[in-house]
């Protein structure tokens, strides 16, 4: 069974950034698909941005050039760099670990992007 916590939303301005953290326990991190998703309110859950155990990394095009996805396998540490963050990223941001079929998600935490 595989845990995250996720950290590091809070309030922002536009155009400013955050970093999300999200802290695996109880798996064998380096092996695990790594991914952030966001749900906005009256929204489905969306991709935003996915690492694999070998470091490829994929992003939803609306993140592209804003957003970097990196992990720290020492750390057990998957993060979310944000940049240049606008209005219509506000949302709960979910950390994501797959193995194989298996799915694990964390509670989530809330990005707000406004002045």
């Known amino acids: 069974q595989v845990q995250l916590v996720e950290s590091g939303g809070g309030l922002v301005q536009p155009g400013g950034s955050l970093r999300l953290s999200c802290a695996a326990s109880?798996?064998?991190?380096?092996?695990?698909?790594m991914g952030w998703y966001r749900q906005a309110p009256g929204k489905e859950r969306e991709l935003v941005a996915t690492?694999?155990?070998?470091?490829?990394?994929n992003y939803a095009d609306s993140v592209k050039g804003r957003f970097t996805i990196s992990r720290d396998n020492a750390k057990n540490t998957v993060y979310l760099q944000m940049n240049n963050l606008k209005p219509e990223d506000t949302a709960v941001y979910y950390c994501?670990?797959?193995?194989?079929?298996?799915?694990?998600w964390g509670k989530g935490t809330q990005v707000t992007v406004s002045s």
């Open positions: 994501n670990a797959k193995l194989g079929l298996l799915s694990y």
């Open positions: 109880g798996g064998r991190f380096s092996i695990l698909a």
């Open positions: 690492t694999t155990s070998g470091s490829t990394t």
